[in-house]
């Protein structure tokens, strides 16, 4: 036994490919999910003659349950592995799915829609699980790959208009009543929630079979006074979470706003607006995750994150002014790109600050990205509401990505964590 446990202490990480890839899929596959309300709201626009504040606060609920639920599931990533937790996830996933269809009033879309929010909080289980398996030099690389599983809000924001339009009745075929059964199907569009939950079950399945916990997890029974002074550490953690606001939220923001707003304000087709520009930006914040983690294992991320948000800040004042669509949509497509690569960088930062709580500090700073989502989408539709414009909601954009890049500009809070840091280990 003693020989055992010695063994075990000796362990280090080496990676491992299955959890990352079994990880990988269970979160594009959550992401999908995260997606429909988003995708479904300039459809519901016609069906229900719901406005566009309506259909805005809907595609808000996703990330505002993602940014509640959060921190809890990081806790509970580092307090019993991500295995477990991930596997509950996807099974509680699958039940809400189909409940969904058996939806008929505003009230309930907004109960379910929150509920689905559960798909983009799996981000931070994933994250806990993945980078435990990895040492610290190929964290970038290995959750960055990770972090690629964000282009399954493609999924959702294709395949939801794809089905409605090609198989599920067409566009105007629409059901304002609870689901109904036809042959022993659900009919009509509400459909799609059950052509999802099939493989969430099924994904839950592989993820308990075919994914494991390493021998020895850096955690692991945090008590709620640990967990809480992790928090009260110094403003570090407050920082981090602040930057991936400011990166990933441009993801869940672009994704809940963009096919209602495109076809509001610029009166883009539905299905256009969620199927080709909704999803191309999704691809480049994506397709960036990966770029950026192998970049920030390389160079020095504080020097990446403050090119990347100096951009970010030009872009959303360009933003503001709502030139044209043309310079509209270019500018959000360049956006998109550099969040991407500042998100990946900002999740490269937690491990390096906090190696024995990535689950905890993963779960606040998803939860303030999650967050952005909720209230960038709450205030253009507020501002939507009350000015007829989104004038406001993107001058608070400009706010948040000049505040981002005065962070990393002025660095003190991560030279005085590393000092700790450094302090600590030596003595």
Not at 112 to 141: D, E, K, N, R
Not at 162 to 190: C, E, H, Q, T
Request: some cysteine; hydrophobic content about 55%.
């Amino acid at each position: 036994m003693n020989e055992l446990k010695k063994a075990d202490s000796s362990w280090e990480p080496s990676g491992n490919p299955r959890v990352l890839w079994v990880s990988f899929t269970a979160f594009s596959l959550g992401f999908g999910i995260w997606a429909m309300f988003s995708a479904l709201g300039p459809f519901l626009i016609k069906w229900y003659d719901y406005t566009a504040t309506q259909t805005l606060l809907l595609s808000a609920m996703p990330p505002f349950f993602a940014a509640c639920i959060s921190i809890p599931l990081g806790v509970w990533a580092d307090r019993y592995g991500g295995r477990k937790v991930f596997t509950i996830t996807l099974i509680i996933l699958f039940i809400t799915l189909m409940m969904v269809p058996f939806a008929d009033s505003y009230l309930l879309f907004l109960v379910c829609g929150m509920l689905l929010g559960l798909g983009g909080a799996s981000f931070i289980i994933g994250t806990a699980h993945v980078s435990i398996w990895y040492p610290q030099s190929q964290q970038g690389t290995a959750l960055g790959i990770f972090a690629l599983g964000n282009i399954g809000i493609i999924l959702g924001m294709m395949m939801v208009p794809f089905l409605i339009i090609n198989l599920l009745g067409g566009p105007l075929d629409y059901v304002d009543m609870p689901a109904k059964f036809v042959f022993g199907s659900l009919a009509g569009w509400r459909f799609i929630f059950i052509i999802f939950a099939v493989p969430t079950l099924i994904m839950a399945i592989v993820y308990w079979t075919m994914t494991s916990e390493p021998p020895v997890r850096i955690k692991k029974k945090l008590t709620n006074r640990e967990i809480i002074n992790i928090f009260k550490s110094g403003p570090l953690v407050w920082v981090i979470a602040f930057l991936y606001w400011a990166s990933f939220g441009t993801l869940t923001f672009f994704s809940a706003f963009s096919p209602t707003y495109l076809a509001t304000r610029w009166n883009v087709d539905p299905a256009q607006a969620s199927m080709v520009y909704a999803a191309s930006f999704v691809a480049c914040v994506s397709i960036m995750r990966p770029i950026g983690g192998w970049f920030s294992d390389r160079l020095n991320p504080i020097t990446m994150l403050t090119y990347l948000f100096f951009g970010t800040s030009i872009i959303a004042v360009v933003l503001f002014f709502e030139i044209s669509f043309k310079i509209q949509i270019t500018s959000m497509m360049c956006a998109a790109l550099l969040a991407g690569a500042a998100a990946a960088t900002v999740v490269k930062l937690i491990p390096t600050y906090y190696p024995k709580s990535v689950g905890t500090v993963s779960g606040l700073a998803k939860a303030a990205g999650a967050a952005c989502g909720f209230t960038s989408t709450s205030v253009m539709a507020m501002s939507n509401y009350f000015t007829g414009s989104y004038k406001s909601g993107f001058f608070m954009w400009i706010v948040v990505s000049v505040t981002a890049f005065g962070f990393v500009l002025f660095p003190r809070v991560f030279e005085q964590r590393k000092k700790e840091t450094t302090n600590l280990e030596k003595g």
